[in-house]
């Protein structure tokens, strides 16, 4: 069971915070790491509060924890925060300066009882 | 029991100038005063773990680091240079000039989507105003695709919403009304639920027509109608507006920026408005100011071998093919979509880096560096371009970015 | 912030009087108006069956004792230290006109609210409108913050 969202990136000043104290933290991870999605498409899934998703497209695939968004529903989109994770997902043809493109990030979403991608993974995967 | 002497954070392109920090004597930065959260993160960048003079991962002396930089350029057909929002004015025209020398591809993180905008506002197709103008005469501001209280947290409590002002002295609770328009509910949205306006991806186009189609007295084509016609009342009603762009919008709209210079000139013909871009880096807009002086030009320019700049490749193309680059105070592994980041780890990189970062780890060469702002002084353009001079908060043995690129261009 | 309603659902609900108050629904009202101390109502610590609720109350009531008289809480781990209540805040403002008037961060210390290591402090809060005999319901700080992080009881 999987539904298709459109991800759309943003900032977090706590992010932020967590990136000047280090790459490799818990916390950087905690906040880079997950997700929002809509209400619906979270029960759709059967996905728990702070339960962990696969995120899929033909660029890569990343598990990351999901949150339940408190905005108003907005079925088909997701947001997370701009990091490492979602630029796994990203296409070169959108804007590298801080949002995603036009066409938006594209993937499918799924429960997963996979580990979280650490960032260690990530670092292999650029250098691969 | 403080004495006053202010401090630059360049933390964000705020640069904010009245920083406190009792204790600077001694080298600490606790009980800073005035530093938002993200200046106090910047900050904890001092800490942090900083980078030592490296050549293919082993530790050499920083004579030799810049040794083996030079040699790589110097020896390089096809060079980038990438970076430079963080660095000084001084070092940008240090690194400019190295480019010019060697024949390189210059670009920086901002200017792929945000530099249609930036060069509209530097060659003046789209009217611009400072930040103190916001703060002295704004009585509208949007914030359009942008998000201020989490990239520049005192935005709206210095300049755009809740200060008083010459002729708003009456500020936010009577004379100033703040707009947000975004996909989601930001933290800035949440200042000012009334007028929120939510757009979705790719839907800027659509929300623009329908100003322009209120600003007409038509019935709009997009989203609440009462909603868009209470914001073209608003917009009438105003007498200086401005807007400020974030990513989202314009990348939604990089390929009709020319709708966008006919809403300012439409909006210019009822009242005035003008528009201020949100830069990310401190001296992003710095940057982007020389480069256009120079070349004409704010987006990835490629340097002959006389000097001159000639037509440029795209950076995908740049980087795809460069046999060297050398990246100045930034991380384009952490920042850059996935393909842009394995082209970037492929090449040979010389990062120049105060901090350790994912692109200092895969780095063939690392000169550490001084953090520019905090630890050496300089010039900045703030993100509405007002120069900025400072001096620096911290001692430290560090070269500055400047002094670095002036010894690896006299090796070369 | 937690409601009186939510307050009363932990409680024992019998009206036993024991706090002086002739309903449990009085008691938590009391609490939340910080006129009334959890440790008044004794049959909650007395009999173990209240354990989870006394868990669960000590919990959502340990804000409320830590909000000044004003009824002012900061929430720092929320706190993007924007600075908006510092330059919101009407008594700021006439300590400091030039300076937290027109959006500087503030010199001395006659302020009531000022970042410090990017987050907001409070200090002076004598000098608050919604302190003392006169006091007014303002709520220039918490109207003009983007996370929450500065509220009122």
Redesign the interface.
């Known amino acids: 069971m999987a539904v298709d969202v459109k991800v759309v990136t943003y900032r977090d ?1 706590f992010q932020y ?1 967590a990136e000047k104290m280090g790459l490799h933290s818990e916390e950087y991870l905690r906040l880079s790491a997950s997700i929002i999605l809509d209400k619906g498409d979270m029960a759709s899934l059967g996905i728990a509060e702070g339960g962990k998703v696969l995120l899929e497209n033909e660029l890569n695939r990343i598990v990351v924890n999901a949150t339940a968004s408190a905005d108003k529903p907005h079925p088909g989109l997701a947001f997370m925060i701009k990091s490492p994770w979602s630029n796994q997902l990203e296409g070169d043809e959108s804007c590298p300066a801080g949002a995603s493109g036009f066409k938006g990030i594209q993937a499918q979403v799924s429960p997963s009882s996979e580990g979280i991608t650490q960032m260690d993974e990530i670092l292999q995967r650029l250098r691969a | ?2 004495e ?1 002497n202010y401090k630059t954070c360049t933390g964000c392109s705020l640069i ?1 100038e ?3 920090f009792p204790d600077a004597g001694s080298g600490s930065v ?12 910047h900050y904890q960048a001092l800490f942090s773990e900083r980078t030592g003079p490296l050549v293919e991962g082993s530790e050499v002396s920083l004579d030799q680091a810049i040794e083996r930089a030079a040699e790589i350029l110097r020896n390089a057909s096809a060079p980038v240079i990438y970076g430079w929002s963080n660095c000084t004015l001084e070092a940008q025209e240090v690194g400019l000039a190295l480019a010019a020398k060697i024949g390189a591809f210059v670009d920086d993180p901002s200017s792929y989507c945000e530099g249609q905008l930036m060069e509209r506002i530097l060659s003046g197709k789209i009217p611009s105003c400072t930040l103190d103008d916001v ?1 002295n005469f704004a009585d509208t501001s949007i914030f359009w695709g942008s998000d201020p ?2 990239t520049q ?2 935005h ?4 755009s ?5 010459e002729k708003r002295q009456k500020s ?1 609770e009577e004379e100033r009304t703040c707009i947000v328009v975004d996909v989601r509910e930001s ?2 949205a ?2 000012c639920p009334n007028t929120t306006y939510r757009v979705l991806p790719g839907e800027d186009l659509q929300f623009l027509e329908a100003i322009l189609a209120v600003l007409e007295g038509k019935i709009p084509k997009f989203g609440d109608k009462k909603k868009m016609i209470e914001l073209g009342s608003i917009i009438k009603k105003t007498e200086y507006g401005v807007i400020f762009p974030g990513p989202l919008m314009l990348v939604s709209l990089q390929d009709q920026m020319d709708r966008f210079e006919e809403l300012l000139r439409r909006l210019n013909e009822i009242t005035t408005f003008k528009v201020v871009p949100m830069t990310g880096q401190y001296n992003s807009r710095g940057y982007s100011q020389l480069l256009f002086d120079r070349t004409g030009r704010v987006k990835g320019v490629k340097f002959t071998a006389s000097g001159e700049a000639a037509e440029a490749p795209s950076l995908v193309e740049a980087v795809k093919g460069a046999d060297a680059i050398l990246v100045l105070g930034s991380d384009p592994l952490l920042d850059l979509p996935l393909g842009l980041a394995r082209s970037f780890a492929a090449a040979p990189i010389i990062a120049i880096d105060p901090r350790r970062s994912l692109t200092a780890d895969v780095a063939r060469v690392v000169i550490p560096s001084a953090i520019s702002g905090l630890e050496t002084g300089g010039t900045a353009l703030r993100t509405d371009g007002v120069r900025v001079t400072f001096e620096p908060s911290m001692k430290t043995n560090q070269l500055a970015d400047e002094q670095i690129l002036t010894r690896i261009m006299e090796a070369i | 912030m937690v409601s009186a309603m939510e307050i009363y659902m932990l409680l024992p609900k019998t009206n036993c009087k024991k706090c002086g108050l002739p309903t449990c629904m009085a008691f938590a009202v009391g609490l939340l108006g910080r006129e009334k101390k959890l440790e008044e109502c004794t049959p909650l610590f007395e009999e173990k069956k209240y354990e989870a609720k006394l868990a669960k109350l000590k919990e959502i009531v340990a804000p409320l004792e830590s909000a000044s008289e004003t009824g002012l809480v900061i929430h720092p781990e929320k ?6 209540c ?3 805040c009407p008594v700021n ?1 006439a300590a400091e006109p030039t ?1 937290v ?7 001395g ?1 006659r302020v009531i609210l ?6 907001v402090v409070a200090n002076n809060l004598q000098e608050c409108k919604r302190f003392g005999p006169n006091k007014i319901l303002c709520n220039a700080c918490t109207a ?1 913050c ?2 929450k992080a500065i509220e009122f009881v």
């Open positions: 000043i915070g | 029991m403080t006053f904010c009245d920083i406190l606790s009980q800073a005063r005035n530093l938002c959260r993200k200046g106090q993160a703060r209280s989490s947290p005192r709206l409590s210095r300049f919403y809740f200060p008083r002002g936010y933290p800035t949440r200042l | 706190c993007f230290g924007c600075g908006n510092v330059i919101a403002v300076r008037g027109a959006g500087l961060g503030p010199e210390d000022r970042v410090e290591d990017g987050v003009t983007p996370s």
